[in-house]
Antibody
Framework: EVQLVESGGVLVQPGRSMKLSCAAS????????MAWVRQAPTKGLEWVAT????????YYRDSVKGRFTISRDNAKSTLYLQMDSLRSEDTATYYC???????WGQGTLVTVSS | DVVLTQTPPTLSATIGQSVSISCRSS???????????LHWLLQRPGQSPQLLIY???RLESGVPNRFSGSGSGTDFTLKISGVEAEDLGVYYC?????????FGGGTKLELK
């Protein structure tokens, strides 16, 4: 059974940092480009970042460029999202997903508020 | 960025009724490799999105065949032939032809 399990979402103050993790199992993680997609409360889905299978190529939406870093550890079948200089508009549920959107995690809530 | 416009934003249906959702793109979604990377997702209340249809018309494994997708270029349609209670939620189209990946605004399917 395919599983993507996110962790790390908490309440954090604006300007602070946070790192999300996503543990994958049930499929060959190293063969799939991976992505983070977020959903602000009561809003739609928004792509955040994508990483290639090797980790050598990364892509970001403009609003997070220079603040967020996507990475992966294929040996541990784990995807990460380092989020720095957080803003209130980053408040959302963050989903780990295969870039081709077949598999999704359950999401982890990040709340940025003072 | 490619803009995907879904209509209607809300859809009220009775059980057994057939319904359609439109997704229109601001640019052609035909990739130079011949594929059209337009997919459909369903997000049930309180759940993560799930893939229903990929590459315009291919049914994801385990998805009931009352769901079907069609279209080309910039105009795409998701059809549900006989709505069931478990189909309620928000439907999204998503494109992967042009970077960055973008999603439609969603269509909420409700019971009438």
């Amino acid at each position: 059974e395919v599983q993507l399990v996110e962790s790390g979402g908490v309440l954090v103050q604006p300007g602070r940092s946070m790192k999300l993790s996503c543990a994958a199992s049930g499929f060959t993680f190293s063969s799939f480009p991976m992505a983070w997609v977020r959903q602000a409360p009561t809003k739609g889905l928004e792509w955040v970042a994508t990483i290639s299978t090797s980790g050598g190529s990364t892509y970001y939406r403009d609003s997070v460029k220079g603040r967020f870093t996507i990475s992966r550890d294929n040996a541990k079948s784990t995807l990460y999202l380092q989020m720095d200089s957080l803003r209130s508009e980053d408040t959302a549920t963050y989903y780990c997903t295969t870039d081709y959107p077949a598999y999704w995690g359950q999401g982890t809530l990040v709340t940025v508020s003072s | 960025d490619v803009v995907l416009t879904q209509t209607p934003p809300t859809l009220s249906a009775t059980i057994g009724q057939s319904v359609s959702i439109s997704c229109r793109s601001s640019q052609s979604l035909l990739h130079s490799n011949g594929n059209t990377y337009l997919h459909w997702l369903l997000q049930r209340p309180g759940q993560s999105p799930q893939l229903l249809i990929y590459l315009v018309s291919r049914l994801e494994s385990g998805v009931p065949n009352r769901f079907s997708g069609s279209g080309s270029g910039t105009d795409f349609t998701l059809k549900i032939s006989g709505v069931e209670a478990e189909d309620l939620g928000v439907y999204y189209c998503v494109q992967g032809t042009h970077a960055p990946r973008t999603f439609g605004g969603g269509t909420k399917l409700e019971l009438k």
